[in-house]
């Protein structure tokens, strides 16, 4: 996750404490996709839309709950599927709050209504992400459902009425990359502070669909984010977030480069200290059933079922491949000046590490951004690594 705000504008946020400060005696953030019920069928959804399949049961779900403080785990997302259509999410969430753990919801927003906000807010849930996929047509269209569009927004307002920490999150395609300059404008109109621009990846329903952007849509888009990052941090958007292609922090410096900002060296230490490719290591996910993937997107991979195994035994004995994924990148990636940064997004869709791995997504850099820095830049990027 790379914090726009921050490397771009110098704008610092609280959740700035996860990414870009000492991360000594914390371990991973966890994603908690707890069902894979939903009602919605999202064309870039990473799950099985619709299939409910086997959940750890309440206690069971407690019972990870507990470990996570174990393994010094900083923040859980409950994600699924729908979380909300979970049944005891409710005794979940208050149960990860009275544990201490940082709460955090992902959802549709279909199900939240004005008690259902306050519900959550009862919980202590700290933040509530809500998925908005373009303008009206295009969200209904994504989802599959005529109305969710409303839904969502219906959502934000109930959610800010209950005084809960909400933001928007929007997944680029080839379909939406053009309407960025919309979604900052209906978070300005919400008064929302929080964009999470997330870069599609090709896995489980979005595989299947002609998503995938261009580089030059996908160039289209980050720069569509800058740009806006900048123009509506004065109407109080002030943590704009892009998930998913490490590439972005690359850009983000050719950008301040380019435009002789003051921050450039700031933000080259901050990704030199701070950035790369973490999946595997300081993120993970846990499945409905209990197996612990490297993240979200990468299910088709499991490190091991916390019904058999403790999780802090799981992660001590993750494969240490994924601390170094640049040995399976490509040549362009291996030659590339900022690879320290980036840690490339390599990833296989097979049954082990032994299976081809792949770009996903594609880095969308020309060569001059890759090779135009010169070699003072990078000899200072190589001593700060």
């Given at each position: 996750?790379?914090?726009?705000?921050?490397?771009?504008?110098?704008?610092?946020?609280?959740?700035?404490?996860?990414?870009?400060?000492?991360?000594?005696?914390?371990?991973?953030?966890?994603?908690?996709?707890?069902?894979?019920?939903?009602?919605?069928?999202?064309?870039?959804?990473?799950?099985?839309?619709?299939?409910?399949?086997?959940?750890?049961?309440?206690?069971q779900a407690k019972e990870l709950l507990k470990e996570l403080t174990v393994?010094?785990?900083?923040?859980?997302?409950?994600?699924?599927?729908?979380?909300?259509?979970?049944?005891?999410?409710?005794?979940?969430?208050?149960?990860?709050?009275?544990?201490?753990?940082?709460?955090?919801?992902?959802?549709?927003?279909?199900?939240?209504?004005?008690?259902?906000?306050?519900?959550?807010?009862?919980?202590?849930?700290?933040?509530?992400?809500?998925?908005?996929?373009?303008?009206?047509?295009?969200?209904?269209?994504?989802?599959?459902?005529?109305?969710?569009?409303?839904?969502?927004?219906?959502?934000?307002?109930?959610?800010?009425?209950?005084?809960?920490?909400?933001?928007?999150?929007?997944?680029?395609?080839?379909?939406?990359?053009?309407?960025?300059?919309?979604?900052?404008?209906?978070?300005?109109?919400?008064?929302?502070?929080?964009?999470?621009?997330?870069?599609?990846?090709?896995?489980?329903?979005?595989?299947?669909?002609?998503?995938?952007?261009?580089?030059?849509?996908?160039?289209?888009?980050?720069?569509?984010?800058?740009?806006?990052?900048?123009?509506?941090?004065?109407?109080?958007?002030?943590?704009?977030?892009?998930?998913?292609?490490?590439?972005?922090?690359?850009?983000?410096?050719?950008?301040?480069?380019?435009?002789?900002?003051?921050?450039?060296?700031?933000?080259?230490?901050?990704?030199?200290?701070?950035?790369?490719?973490?999946?595997?290591?300081?993120?993970?996910?846990?499945?409905?059933?209990?197996?612990?993937?490297?993240?979200?997107?990468?299910?088709?991979?499991?490190?091991?079922?916390?019904?058999?195994?403790?999780?802090?035994?799981?992660?001590?004995?993750?494969?240490?491949?994924?601390?170094?994924?640049?040995?399976?990148?490509?040549?362009?990636?291996?030659?590339?000046?900022?690879?320290?940064?980036?840690?490339?997004?390599?990833?296989?869709?097979?049954?082990?590490?032994?299976?081809?791995?792949?770009?996903?997504?594609?880095?969308?850099?020309?060569?001059?951004?890759?090779?135009?820095?010169?070699?003072?830049?990078?000899?200072?990027?190589?001593?700060?690594?």
């Amino acid at each position: 996750m790379i914090n726009i705000s921050r490397l771009y504008l110098g704008i610092e946020n609280p959740s700035d404490r996860f990414r870009y400060h000492s991360d000594t005696g914390k371990g991973p953030i966890v994603v908690y996709n707890c069902t894979g019920k939903c009602s919605q069928n999202c064309l870039h959804c990473y799950s099985k839309t619709g299939l409910a399949g086997k959940e750890l049961d309440t206690s069971q779900a407690k019972e990870l709950l507990k470990e996570l403080t174990v393994v010094k785990c900083p923040v859980v997302l409950f994600s699924g599927g729908e979380p909300l259509e979970r049944q005891d999410i409710f005794q979940l969430l208050d149960f990860s709050h009275s544990l201490g753990l940082r709460t955090v919801l992902s959802t549709n927003g279909c199900l939240i209504d004005s008690p259902t906000a306050k519900k959550l807010a009862d919980a202590g849930v700290n933040y509530v992400g809500i998925s908005i996929d373009g303008t009206e047509k295009t969200h209904d269209d994504f989802r599959g459902v005529k109305g969710s569009f409303t839904a969502a927004i219906n959502a934000v307002k109930f959610c800010k009425n209950a005084n809960l920490k909400v933001g928007l999150r929007f997944t680029i395609t080839n379909r939406n990359f053009n309407q960025i300059k919309d979604i900052f404008s209906l978070a300005a109109k919400l008064d929302i502070p929080r964009i999470c621009f997330y870069h599609l990846i090709l896995a489980g329903q979005a595989a299947k669909n002609n998503l995938k952007c261009t580089n030059q849509q996908t160039r289209q888009a980050l720069n569509d984010i800058l740009d806006c990052a900048k123009d509506y941090s004065a109407k109080g958007i002030t943590e704009v977030l892009t998930v998913g292609n490490h590439a972005d922090g690359p850009f983000i410096l050719n950008r301040l480069k380019q435009g002789n900002s003051p921050l450039y060296e700031k933000t080259l230490d901050l990704l030199t200290k701070f950035g790369a490719n973490k999946i595997g290591v300081k993120i993970f996910a846990i499945d409905p059933a209990g197996s612990v993937h490297p993240d979200q997107f990468w299910q088709n991979f499991s490190l091991g079922n916390i019904t058999d195994k403790k999780l802090e035994d799981i992660f001590k004995n993750s494969l240490s491949i994924f601390k170094d994924k640049t040995i399976f990148a490509p040549q362009r990636c291996k030659k590339c000046l900022w690879l320290k940064i980036c840690g490339t997004n390599m990833r296989f869709f097979g049954k082990d590490y032994k299976s081809q791995w792949l770009l996903e997504p594609d880095c969308f850099l020309n060569d001059d951004e890759i090779t135009g820095v010169s070699n003072a830049e990078f000899a200072c990027q190589n001593t700060k690594a």
